[in-house]
């Protein structure tokens, strides 16, 4: 009886300490197209909702570390302009994963006053006292800011899009800007399918993109995101720094709420208190 009550009790251990020792999985692969076969760039490769993921390199490929406890999960690969999909996470280390382009929708018109008035929807100005940093890190994701744009009842051409930068350690920065619906005070889906990626040159004060090109025009309220995209290299290898490195910081102003999030699919956090120093110039 001795026996098997000690043979039972090394078998619940060896059970209790088995996921210490379960290995995470590395995954590796490139994103394409299914038409072209053409890679895609910059695909957001995450666990939905978990703040796990990756982001694509300019060629389509990644390379994303997932812990043991989330092996049994789904990976999902958004990319603007193709359907999204997912994939079982068990079993696969290495993913060669098509994706298909969307149908091409007709425009919806959307028809301004007559005489259409230019005007500033967002946080114009900003505090000394009220900012945050972006840093490099060992994980090759993003970092996205959301601000609210509220059109009320007036259809908008959208001809700029602002944030206030400060010092930064690099010359040139890469982000995305995304258009998404309003969902419970949140960003929702995605409601623009087209890639506007930009690559500029980064100084303190307000950077400003041109929106003029892209024929943008909404007649409902929602977020715009800037999604700021990694190096190839972090600027400090983390092993030389107990912290990474800033690679900007970004201005805000007290009232209202920060909403951002840290992860490709990750959730978004609401922050109150303060609001990111950003807006859009729109006409109406």
């Known amino acids: 009886m001795l026996l098997l009550r000690l043979f039972t009790l090394l078998a619940l251990l060896a059970v209790s300490f088995f996921p210490a020792f379960a290995q995470d999985i590395l995954l590796t692969g490139r994103v394409q197209a299914q038409a072209t076969k053409a890679a895609i760039p ?88 009220i900012w945050g940093q972006v840093r490099d890190r060992e994980t090759h994701d993003i ?47 995605r409601l623009i399918e087209q890639a506007i990626l930009v690559r500029t040159p980064i100084e303190n004060g307000w950077l400003t993109i041109d929106l003029t090109k892209y024929d943008l025009r909404l007649q409902t309220d929602f977020f715009v995101g800037f999604e700021f995209l990694p190096g190839k290299e972090p600027a400090v290898p983390v092993t030389q720094s107990k912290f990474a490195q800033p690679i900007f910081s970004y201005g805000g102003q007290f009232g209202g709420a920060a909403i951002s999030r840290s992860s490709s699919l990750g959730a978004w956090k609401r922050e109150p208190g303060a609001s990111l120093s950003a807006y859009l110039t729109v006409r109406q």
């Open 42 to 129: 910059f695909v957001n490769i995450g666990i939905r909702g978990k703040n796990v993921g990756t982001i694509a390199d300019e060629n389509g490929g990644f390379s994303l570390r997932i812990p043991a406890q989330l092996a049994h999960d789904t990976l999902t690969f958004s990319a603007v302009g193709f359907q999204e999909q997912s994939r079982a996470i068990a079993g696969a280390q290495q993913h060669t994963v098509v994706l298909a382009e969307k149908a091409t929708a007709l425009k919806e018109i959307v028809v301004l006053g007559r005489t259409p008035k230019t005007r500033r929807i967002g946080t114009t100005t900003h505090s000394p006292v």
């Open 143 to 189: 970092r996205e800011f959301a601000k609210l744009i509220s059109l009320g009842s007036r259809p908008a051409e959208l001809v700029q899009a602002h944030i206030f930068l400060r010092y930064p350690t690099v010359d040139t920065l890469a982000f995305r800007l995304n258009f998404y619906r309003v969902a419970e005070g949140l960003p929702g889906e």
